[in-house]
C-alpha cells in the first residue's frame, strides 16, 4: 500500500468519524490527539441532541449557532488565546445539551482549556470521565446540575491549578481517600461547591484541613455528620460558607469560633443544622459585614429581643422554622439594604409595625407565627416586593390597594381578612401563586380582574364565598394548582376546561354544591381531582383516564350512578381511588394490575355486588381497603393476607358467608391495624389462627410505632368505625388506632385467650354473635383497650381485676345473665368457678360446634376517663364544614409549601 493511499484512508476515516454522531474509538484518541481545535468542538457539539426542557427557562442552545464557514474563536461560549491557536475557554451553560459525556470524547482534545463550563444540561447519568484529569491548565471547573452520576473520580485531585471547583446538584459520591487528595492537593482552591453530593463516610474533623485559600465553601445537603469542633473551621478568608441541611451539631464553642475569627463572611448559611445551645443574643456579635445569614430550622429557641441583628449590610435574612418567641422586633423593618425578610414558622406575636421608611423588600415571609392586627399600607406600596407571605396568622380587616405591579407570589390566607378583592389586583400581571384561603372574603371568579393572570399557576380561594362567573370569555393559561373547596360555588368553572398546555395537575372543588354531570377537564396533566361531598350524578366518564399520570381521584359523598371504568384499576399511576358514599353497581373490575401503584381503595357505601375479585392481591403497596356497605358476596378473601403493608381491612355490611378457616399464607395480615368484618354471614369458630399472626396489634410501646395520620403522606384517609354502638366518622386516624370488629354475625363456640396477646388493641366488638363458656382472664391484659363490647352472646362470668375493673355498672345494662365485679350481682359459687384455663395451644386449636340460645349478656363499654383519652387520637367530622378546614386541608398546605419554596426556582427541570 503506497503512502499517499495510506494518507487517503486515515483522511477519509477521520472525515466520517467527524460527521457522525458517535464518539472516536478508543484506538484513534492518541493517533488524533492533536486535531484542530475547531474540529474537535464541532464534533463535541453534534454528539449531543437539543432539548429545551433539560436546561433553565430563558436559555439558548450557544451551539446551534456555531458554523464551520467562521473561526470557532468567534463561537458563542468559546474563547481562545491571543494568537487563536488554542481554545482556553468553553461556556456551555443551560445550552439544552442531551447526551453522553464519553471519556474517549473530542472534548479532551483541547487540552489547554482553563475554563470549562457544562453546568445545567443533561448528561444522561454519564459518570465524570477521568480524562478531566488531562487538563493541567484547567482553572474553572463548573459541571454542576447536568445529571453525572456516579462518584466523583480520583483525577480531579490532579486539576492543582483549579481556581473553582463546582460538582454540585449531580448526586454524586466522593470517598474519603478521594476527599483526602482533593484538599491535599488543590490548594489554590477559592471555591468548592459540591452541594447534594453524599459525603456521608466523610469525617467532619477533615474540614480542618481544607485551603486557607478558600472564600467560597458550600457542602449543603451532603449528610455529613457528627459535631463541629472547635476550631474546626480555619479559614481566614472564607466570605461563604453554606453547611446547611447536614446532619451536624453546632455547639457554643464552635458558633463562638465562627462569630469572632472568620471575620471576613459575608454569606452564613446553616440551615437545619442543631444549634439548640446557641442563645439568640449571641446574634447580636455577628459580622457587620454579613449581607447573607440562614439559620432556619437550626433549634433556636427563645426570645428575638428588639435591635439584636444590627447588621447594616445584611440583604437576606432567614430565621425561619419554629425558633423564636415574643414581639415581632421592629428594629427588622429598619435595616436599610434588606430585600429579603424569612421569620415564618416561629412564635411572634403582635401587630406589624405602621410606619416604615426607605424599606425596599423583594421577599417577606411571615407564615404561621400569631401576628395580629390589619395590614398596613406600606405592605402594598413597595415597588421592589416580589413575594408576600402572610398567610397562617391572625390578621383582620381588609386587603389594601397594591400600588405597583411587581408582585408574583401572594399568599394572606387563614386569616380573619374579610371583605373583597381589591380592584388594584388586577394591576399585578406577573402574580404566579395567589392563594387566599379560610379567610371571610367575597370573590367573583372569572371577573375582569382575573383577566390579565396570564402567568398565574396557583389558585386557592378555598374556603371563602365565591361565585363563578361563566361569561368570562377568558382562561388561565398556564394555571396548574386550583383550590375552589368549601366555597359555596353551585357552578362548574367551564373555563377550567379551556386551561392550555395540558398544565393543570391539581383541581379541589370538594365540599361545595355542584350538580349534574360529572364536568369534563382537558388537562392530561392531571394527578390529583377531589370532587366529594357535592351533589354530581350520572356516570364516572371513562375520559378520566385519558389522565395517565393520575395519582388521587376521590368522588366521594355523591351521587353517582353505573359502573366503576374499568380503566381506573387498570391503572399503574393511581395510589387514591376513593368513590364511597355514592350508587355505584355491577361487579368491581376485575383487573388490578400487576405493579400498580393503589395505597387506598375505597368503595364503602355504594350497591356493588358479586365476588371479590382476587387480583386485589395485585395491590402490594395497599394500606388501606374499605369495601363496607355493599352486596359483595362470597368467602373471607384470604388472598389478601399476602399484602404486607396493609392496615385497614373493613368489609362489613355485605354479604359475605361461610367460614374463616386457617391462613393459606405463613404470615398473614402482619401490618392489620384495624378490621371490621361486621354485618355479614360468617360463621364458624372466631379465626384464632389469624390472631395468632396480627403482629401489628401485639405492639404495645406506641413509641414503637410512628405517630403520625393514615395516609398523610400521599391522602389523609377518613373512617367509619364503631363505638358505643354508633359509628362515627373520622377524618383522620392516627396509626396507633387498633381494633377488631366481628360483631353481627353467627361465630360461635369460645373465645379464644389469645386475643390477651393483641396488647395494643383500642376496641374490641364481638357483639351479636353466639359465643358461649367464659371471658378469658386474659383480656385483663390489655391495658390499651379503651371500648369493649361482648353484648348479645352467651358469655358467663366476668373475671375481676386488671383492665376489667375500669367498666362501671352503667355499661352493664339489660344484661341480666352476667356476674360479677363490677355488677351488683355477684355470682354464686357455680358461677364463680371456672373451668381451667386452656393453654394458648388448646386454644388455638378450638374449634367447637356447641349449639346456643340467645340471652341479652353484654360487657360493656369503658369508663368516661379512658374513653376520653381515646378521643385525642380522632378528629371527629361534626359541626359546620369550617371547623374542619385545617384538617382536610394537611395535603394541600404541604404542596402550597412545596410551591412557595421553589417560586424562584422556575424554569426547565429535570
Known amino acids: 500500500m503506497g503512502r499517499s493511499t495510506w494518507k487517503y484512508q486515515v483522511f477519509f476515516l477521520f472525515s466520517l468519524i467527524l460527521h457522525s454522531q458517535l464518539p472516536f474509538p478508543s484506538s484513534l484518541s492518541s493517533s488524533l490527539s492533536s486535531m484542530p481545535p475547531c474540529s474537535a468542538l464541532l464534533h463535541f457539539s453534534k454528539s449531543f441532541s437539543l432539548d429545551q426542557r433539560v436546561s433553565a427557562s430563558n436559555t439558548y442552545p450557544k451551539t446551534a449557532s456555531w458554523r464551520e464557514d467562521k473561526h470557532c474563536c468567534s463561537w458563542d461560549g468559546v474563547e481562545c488565546d491571543k494568537n487563536k491557536s488554542h481554545v482556553v475557554g468553553l461556556d456551555l451553560t443551560s445550552s439544552w445539551l442531551m447526551g453522553h ?83 491535599g492537593n488543590l490548594t489554590q482552591l477559592r471555591e468548592l461547591i459540591l452541594d447534594r453530593t453524599n459525603m456521608s463516610s466523610i469525617r467532619t ?11 467560597t465553601l458550600s457542602l449543603r445537603y451532603c449528610d455529613l455528620r457528627g459535631k463541629l469542633e472547635n476550631n474546626i473551621l480555619c479559614l481566614p478568608s472564607i466570605q461563604t460558607l453554606d453547611l446547611s441541611e447536614n446532619w451536624l451539631s453546632i455547639e457554643a464553642p464552635v458558633w463562638k469560633s465562627v462569630i469572632g475569627n472568620l471575620t471576613q463572611l459575608r454569606e452564613l448559611l446553616l440551615g437545619g443544622t442543631n444549634m439548640s445551645s446557641i442563645r439568640p443574643n449571641s446574634l447580636t456579635n455577628l459580622s457587620s459585614s454579613l449581607t447573607t445569614l440562614s439559620l432556619h430550622y437550626c433549634d433556636l429557641r427563645g426570645k428575638l429581643e428588639d435591635n439584636i441583628l444590627c447588621l447594616p449590610s445584611i440583604q437576606t435574612l432567614d430565621l425561619s422554622d419554629y425558633s423564636f418567641n415574643g414581639l415581632l422586633p421592629s428594629s427588622l423593618f429598619n435595616l436599610p439594604n434588606l430585600s429579603t425578610l424569612d421569620l415564618g414558622y416561629n412564635q411572634l406575636v403582635g401587630p406589624l409595625p405602621s410606619h416604615v421608611s426607605g424599606l425596599n423588600l423583594i421577599v417577606l415571609s411571615l407564615s404561621s407565627n400569631f401576628l395580629n392586627g390589619t395590614l398596613p399600607s ?54 404566579t401563586i395567589l392563594s387566599l384561603p ?91 381531582i377531589f370532587f366529594s361531598n357535592n351533589n354530581l350524578t350520572g356516570e364516572i366518564p371513562s375520559l378520566i383516564c385519558d389522565a395517565i399520570h393520575l395519582g388521587v381521584l376521590d368522588l366521594s359523598h355523591n351521587n353517582l350512578s353505573g359502573m366503576i371504568p374499568k380503566c381506573l384499576v387498570n391503572s399503574t399511576s393511581l395510589s387514591v381511588l376513593d368513590l364511597r358514599m355514592n350508587s355505584l353497581h355491577g361487579t368491581i373490575p376485575t383487573t388490578f394490575v400487576i405493579r400498580n401503584n393503589f395505597r387506598t381503595i375505597n368503595l364503602n357505601g355504594n350497591q356493588l355486588e358479586g365476588p371479590l375479585p382476587p387480583s386485589l392481591a395485585n395491590c402490594r403497596d395497599l394500606e388501606i381497603l374499605d369495601l363496607g356497605n355493599n352486596k359483595i358476596n362470597g368467602v373471607f378473601p384470604y388472598w389478601l393476607g399476602s399484602l404486607y403493608k396493609l392496615q385497614v381491612l373493613v368489609i362489613r355490611s355485605n354479604r359475605f358467608q361461610g367460614r374463616i378457616g386457617n391462613p393459606k399464607t405463613k404470615f398473614p395480615f402482619p401490618n392489620l391495624r384495624i378490621i371490621d368484618i361486621s354485618n355479614n354471614q360468617f360463621n364458624g369458630p372466631l379465626p384464632i389462627k389469624y390472631f395468632k399472626y396480627l403482629k401489628a396489634m401485639k405492639i404495645v410501646e406506641e413509641s414503637e410505632v410512628a405517630s403520625k395520620y393514615m395516609g398523610e403522606n400521599y391522602y389523609q384517609d377518613s373512617l367509619n368505625i364503631m363505638m358505643k354502638g354508633h359509628y362515627i366518622e373520622m377524618e383522620r386516624v392516627l396509626t396507633i388506632l387498633t381494633s377488631i370488629d ?169
Open 742 to 910: 366481628f360483631s353481627n354475625n353467627s361465630f360461635r363456640g369460645e373465645m379464644p385467650k389469645i386475643i390477651g396477646r393483641l396488647k395494643s388493641l383500642k376496641g374490641l366488638n364481638f357483639s351479636y354473635n353466639n359465643l358461649i363458656g367464659y371471658i378469658p382472664s386474659s383480656i385483663g391484659n390489655l391495658t390499651n383497650l379503651e371500648w369493649l363490647d361482648l353484648s348479645f352472646n352467651k358469655l358467663g362470668h366476668i373475671p375481676s381485676g386488671n383492665q376489667f375493673n375500669t367498666f362501671n355498672n352503667n355499661s352493664y345494662t339489660e344484661n341480666l345473665g352476667l356476674c360479677g365485679f363490677p355488677l351488683s350481682r355477684t355470682c354464686d359459687n357455680n358461677e364463680a368457678k371456672q373451668p381451667p384455663p386452656p393453654t394458648l395451644q388448646q386454644d388455638e386449636n378450638l374449634e367447637h360446634e356447641n349449639g346456643f340460645g340467645w340471652q341479652a349478656v353484654s360487657i360493656g363499654y369503658a369508663s368516661g376517663t379512658i374513653f376520653g383519652m381515646f378521643m385525642g387520637y380522632l378528629m371527629f367530622k361534626i359541626g359546620k364544614p369550617k371547623c374542619l378546614v385545617r384538617m382536610v386541608k394537611l395535603e394541600q398546605h404541604i404542596m402550597l409549601r412545596r410551591l412557595k419554596k421553589n417560586a424562584h426556582k422556575r424554569g426547565g427541570r429535570r
Open 101 to 183: 459525556i464519553h471519556s474517549n470524547g473530542t472534548l479532551f482534545f483541547l487540552p489547554n482549556l482553563r475554563r470549562l463550563n457544562l453546568a445545567d444540561n443533561h448528561f444522561r447519568g454519564s459518570l465524570i470521565p477521568s480524562e478531566f484529569g488531562n487538563f493541567k491548565s484547567l482553572t474553572y471547573l463548573n459541571l454542576s446540575f447536568s445529571v453525572f452520576s456516579g462518584q466523583i473520580p480520583f483525577e480531579i485531585s490532579q486539576l492543582s491549578s483549579l481556581v473553582s471547583l463546582d460538582l454540585s446538584k449531580n448526586g454524586l459520591l466522593i470517598k474519603a481517600p478521594v476527599w483526602k487528595r482533593v484538599i
Open 205 to 215: 474533623n477533615s474540614l480542618m484541613n481544607l485551603s486557607s485559600s478558600l472564600t
Open 438 to 528: 379560610s379567610n371571610n372574603l367575597s370573590i367573583m371568579l372569572g371577573s375582569k380582574m382575573f383577566s390579565k393572570f396570564k402567568n398565574l399557576e396557583t389558585l386557592d380561594l378555598s374556603n371563602n364565598s365565591v361565585s363563578i362567573n361563566n361569561n368570562a370569555a377568558y382562561a388561565l393559561p398556564n394555571l396548574q394548582y386550583l383550590n375552589l373547596a368549601y366555597s359555596n360555588i353551585s357552578e362548574f368553572p367551564r373555563w377550567l376546561g379551556d386551561v392550555g398546555n395540558n398544565s393543570l395537575y391539581y383541581v379541589d372543588l370538594r365540599n361545595n354544591l355542584l350538580q349534574g354531570q360529572f364536568p369534563t377537564l382537558n388537562s392530561s396533566n392531571l394527578q390529583f
Open 378 to 431: 406600606w405592605l402594598f406600596s413597595m415597588p421592589s416586593l416580589e413575594t408576600l407571605y402572610l398567610d397562617r396568622n391572625q390578621f383582620f380587616g381588609e386587603i389594601g390597594e397594591f400600588k405597583y405591579n411587581s408582585l408574583k407570589n401572594l399568599d394572606l390566607g387563614y386569616n380573619k381578612l374579610h371583605g373583597s378583592i381589591p380592584r388594584s389586583v388586577s394591576r399585578l400581571v406577573n402574580l
